[in-house]
């Protein structure tokens, strides 16, 4: 009959029960091809007889290993930051580790206590995603070399010149902003906007392919909006300030802010598509069933994660982080882009609309010193 709950079994105990050594039991628990077959079935149906539960933390101490993994997210109720964690954690127990989770919210104060957590936990390997602290102090922060950097968010990031030549995950945001445009313009629209959403790499590195590629076009570009980080939260005005000078199309930082930016045009009288296109980015799964369906840059945020656990177990395993890794993007063209003037609505609407999907690029390496 096993003991009271509240008494822990120890090892000593299972290996008495089973009648072998404690070192023999230790053994036997850890599948050791040492021990014969029959005496490691006999131990385990002992620890299973008694509820024995091995000690995780003394056998880390042993090992100089906790099986684990500690991923710093923005905000896990964020679609893109929930599909990285759910690609993370899939990879993560594939390979047998746990996943220690913690949001920064966008707060340098926060990420610095996340990674002292992480320190204190003895984390086998850290992900940071999206983090806004400069890369040389995270570094020194964790004190560790099995750190992986995705979508790295510092201000000196911006463009991918500064990443690492190791260990970094990013996301081909340049050349999504680039593709966004090239579609705008084939598809007619010849004022076009860009809606930014703070002061961060990603946001940077977009804007400044939006205007790049419409520089190097015939368009007539207007300014960039300043919507602020948390702009998508109130759409209506940020809607109220594009409103008063509205181009022809809008590309906005990500597909929350596109979202909330259509309901508050549609607030302030505007139609979306007729009265001006928006595109996002990301691809979150409400893009493609808002109304009108949003055209947006699909970004790999799944294999974000998937990708983040793969090097730091190679660093694990093998020493040393893989090199760094730009990933491709895909355009989704919906509805929300038909071009300017294309929208009869003395016609009805209604049928599927398929998305169609224009540029699909391949995965980018990053060259020692960090250079593209």
Known sequence: MP??????????????????????????????PRISGPTRERVRRAAERLGYVPNAAARSLRRQATRTLGLLLVDLADPVHGLI???????????????????????????????????????????LVSSILDPAEALTLIRSDRVVLAQADHPSLAGYGNDRPVGSIRSDDAAGAGATVRHLLDAGYREIGYVGAGPT??????????????????????R?????????????????????????????????LALALMDGLRACGLDVPRDVGIAGYDDIPFAACSNPRLTTVASPSAEIG??????????????????????PVELVVRESTPGP???????????????????????VGVAP???R
Request: aromatic fraction near 6%; glycine fraction near 12%.
């Open 3 to 32: 003991p009271a709950p509240h008494r822990r079994v120890t090892l000593g105990e299972v290996a008495r029960a089973a009648g072998v050594s404690a070192a023999t039991g230790s053994r036997a628990l850890a599948g050791d």
């Open 85 to 127: 964690a759910a690609g993370f954690e899939e990879a993560a127990a594939a390979r047998g580790f746990t996943v220690i989770f913690v949001a920064g919210f966008n707060d340098p104060a926060r990420e610095r206590r996340a990674l002292q957590l992480f320190a204190e936990h003895r984390t086998d390997g850290v992900a």
């Open 201 to 222: 790499a990603s946001n940077a590195t977009r804007r400044d392919a939006v205007l790049r590629a419409l520089r190097d076009s015939a368009a007539r570009p207007r």
């Open 224 to 256: 960039a909006f300043a919507a602020g980080r948390d702009g998508w939260r109130d759409g209506l005005a940020v809607a109220r300030r594009i409103a008063r000078d509205l181009p022809e199309a809008l590309i906005c930082y990500d597909d929350k």
């Open 306 to 327: 998937r990708l983040a656990v793969r090097m730091l177990v190679g660093a694990i395993e093998g020493g040393e982080l893989p090199p760094s890794v730009v990933l």
């Open 341 to 363: 003037g294309s929208i009869d609505y003395t016609q009805p609407r209604g049928g599927e609309v398929s998305p169609r999907r224009v540029t699909s690029l391949e995965p």
């Open 369 to 371: 010193g960090g250079g």
